[in-house]
């Protein structure tokens, strides 16, 4: 049996820059994150909702206050985040 280098969802459009931005900025409202990456919400939405499925990401819903949402690394979602820019720096390295 052949194993997957890197999961099907992280493969998925904005998945490393979801990661990315929470390693540089660190917990966010869910809409100031999506603001930072892009203009489709739907998607957006998908990629944090399979990457806390995959325990990357939590997603605390603030119970006072109607669709706000704050997304933040897991211990894991970290440890991916900082993989994900070590090799980003080896393969741009010439």
């Known amino acids: 049996m052949s194993k997957r ?5 992280l493969q998925n459009e904005f998945s490393f820059e979801v990661l ?10 869910k809409q100031v994150l999506y603001a930072g990456i892009s ?11 399979e990457l ?9 819903k ?3 206050k109607y669709n ?3 997304v933040s690394l897991t211990d894991k979602g970290r440890e991916v985040a900082e993989k994900i820019l070590e ?3 080896i393969l741009s390295q010439q």
């Open 87 to 89: 090799i980003e720096k």
């Open 52 to 60: 806390e499925e995959l325990g990357l990401v939590k997603v605390d």
């Open 68 to 70: 706000v949402h704050f």
């Open 5 to 9: 280098l890197i999961s099907h969802e």
């Open 20 to 29: 990315i931005s929470l390693l540089k900025n660190g917990e966010q409202n």
């Open 39 to 49: 203009p489709s919400t739907t998607t957006l939405g998908r990629r944090v909702n």
């Open 62 to 64: 603030q119970p006072l």
